[in-house]
């Protein structure tokens, strides 16, 4: 089984990867998108404002999420693959961590495995392998239910950069080729809102790794921390995020807003392009 690999990273431009969430209970959006015609209406809605990778999750990964079976996963996502792989000329990515529902996706036209366990459940590595799929590792303190109790870290940027090499190392290992491995520091997954400041204000100790680094903290409780705000209210706070990540050198921000953040990017990469012509001249 392989799927076919779109090129979704670009030199000097970050993407955007738009949020589907086919669950009930996401934390921003849950129970919005549950049919597969109103999932694929609002794909399209995304990829008109912009989206250059669509984000489909089956089950939440919130804090405090209760667990989905693989079979009601694969049912909830299988369908709006197959439906957004025949129509839109985009990635589509699988926001899982089974191995099942990793076969499953790509069989059914994904070509990006976006797991929040990176490939730590048993036979994730393997059903990821036999793959040709981008694979983005997150790191992940704890497990979804627990992970907001009590995060400790020696030294946030180190561990979080230590423990993505690692599963780098595994990968390879594993048959999966590192030119298609991308890292996800795990914004809100096992941290406080002083490790998430020093990951968003330091993302060059994983760019170091000279590989791609994907950037979520969309809607997320740093963000409504800081500036107040509710979920939904969050979409300014989220831009700010997004675009101080792409100055960094982001290869992907995952977001819920799509027009408001292509608006931000398109702001941050014109300021970029002419600081860098003013330095050649």
Known sequence: ?????????STGKTRIMGVLNVTPDSFSDGGQ????????????????????????????????????SAEQEIARVVPVIEALAGELDVCISVDTSKPQVISAAVRAGASLVNDVRALQEPGALEAAAETDAWICLMHMQ?????????????AVLTDVRDFLLERVRVCVGAGIERERLILDPGFGFGKTLENNLDLLANLGVLQATGLPVLVGVSRKSMIGTITGR???????????????????????VRVHDVAATADGLKICEAVMAHAQGELKE
């Open 230 to 252: 509710d979920a939904g209210e969050r979409v300014h706070g989220s831009v700010a995020a997004a675009v101080i990540a792409a100055m960094q050198g982001a290869a992907i």
């Open 1 to 9: 089984m392989a799927s076919t690999r779109k090129a979704i990273i």
């Open 142 to 154: 704890g497990q979804p239910r627990t992970m907001q109790a009590n995060p400790r870290y020696n």
């Open 33 to 68: 998108f549950m049919d597969t015609a109103t999932a694929v209406a609002r794909a399209r809605t995304m990829v008109a404002e912009g989206a250059h990778i669509i984000d489909v999750g089956g089950e939440s990964t919130r804090p405090g999420a209760s667990p989905v």
